[in-house]
């Protein structure tokens, strides 16, 4: 009776690992450049509306945010509507002039994103407006969701 | 003499655990990373008038006016309309080409002014100007589909034809200061 032997590869069987390190530090490279660490700690809140003809930001890098709502308080309540900048309130609406425009000297292409509290009233949102036009950051953005 | 050569050993950094190293950063960043785009209506403001300037005459027939009160009642043009036919309306008042009287001349002279309260709830705002910018943005599409046979969307930025539609229909949008309430 026939008897084969059974044939042992001769190739190494391992996959080469030396170029890891480049692909992984690739992918790293790549993240590091996408992330905006910048990050603030909201102290009102903003529940965003939603509206269906929305377009998006492409350029992070542009954007200014104000933020618009209810006050956190302890204890889950809320106050009154403030405005916030950045990490502070505002409780002089007339200082956001100069806020802005110390931000549009060094960012000529800013783009103003209004991130409103759906609750809020109309008015406080038109007297920041107003800041805005005299300090001559005139692209702004209501910020909403995608209507589903 | 003879100097006896020593087998140095090969000075090399292990660097096997670079790979290690490296995954652990790259988790870090993907984890701090956001990905979600920020999304919203874009829109530009006049700029500030100078003193004892007067504001340009416009025709009464070229200005739609809307106004928005405090409970979310919507006047068009002093007729009470509800919000699911302002996109209609507005769209009917834009493309009017000077047919009707009491419409717009043509689309580059038409301005939609939108007035609300002081106690205008937000929500209501965004969804008003949201049904403005959609018929703008439907008249856009439809001119687009007829002459280039794309949508408005998927023209190029700042290419030829896009800045043509967007010249065809301009968006004239102007917020009023609302009455003190």
Do not use: C, W
């Not at chain 2, 829109?43 to 809307?66: F, G, S, T």
């Amino acid at each position: 009776m026939a008897h084969f032997q059974k044939k042992s590869a001769t190739t190494k069987q391992e996959v080469p690992t030396s170029a890891m390190p480049d692909i992984v530090f690739m992918l790293l490279i790549f993240f590091m450049v996408t992330t905006v660490l910048r990050e603030v700690t909201l102290q009102v809140q903003v529940d965003f509306t939603q509206a269906e003809n929305i377009e998006k930001i492409e350029q992070k890098r542009l954007v200014s945010y104000i933020y618009i709502g209810p006050e956190k308080l302890t204890g889950n309540r809320v106050g009154d509507t403030k405005v916030q900048i950045d990490d502070t309130l505002i409780d002089d609406l007339g200082a956001i002039r100069n806020i802005m425009y110390d931000k549009l000297q060094e960012q000529p292409k800013l783009i103003v994103s209004l991130r409103v509290d759906e609750d809020s009233e109309f008015g406080i949102v038109t007297d920041v407006e107003q800041e805005l036009r005299k300090a001559g950051t005139l692209r702004i953005n209501y910020s909403t969701h995608r209507e589903d | 003499m003879q100097i006896k050569k020593r087998d140095r050993e090969g000075a090399e950094i292990p660097s096997s655990s670079l790979a290690d190293i490296a995954f652990l950063l790259l988790v870090f960043f993907l984890l701090v990373t956001t990905i979600d785009v920020d999304t919203g209506i874009g829109l530009v403001l006049p700029p500030e008038p100078e003193e004892n300037q007067q504001p340009p005459p416009i025709k009464e027939r070229n200005m739609l006016k809307i106004l928005v009160n405090a409970q979310g009642m919507v006047l068009m043009d002093e007729e009470p309309t509800s919000l699911t036919e302002v996109k209609q309306k507005v769209k009917d008042f834009i493309t009017n080409r000077g047919e009707d009287p009491d419409l717009s001349e043509s689309p580059e002279k038409a301005i939609v002014s939108i007035k609300t309260d002081r106690q205008t709830p937000y929500s209501v705002y965004i969804d008003m100007l949201d049904e403005v910018v959609g018929a703008y943005e439907e008249l856009r599409n439809t001119a687009a589909q007829d002459r280039f046979g794309r949508t408005y969307e998927s023209l190029e930025d700042n290419s030829d034809a896009k800045e043509q539609i967007k010249n065809l229909y301009p968006k004239k949008i102007s917020i009023a200061e609302p009455d003190q309430g």
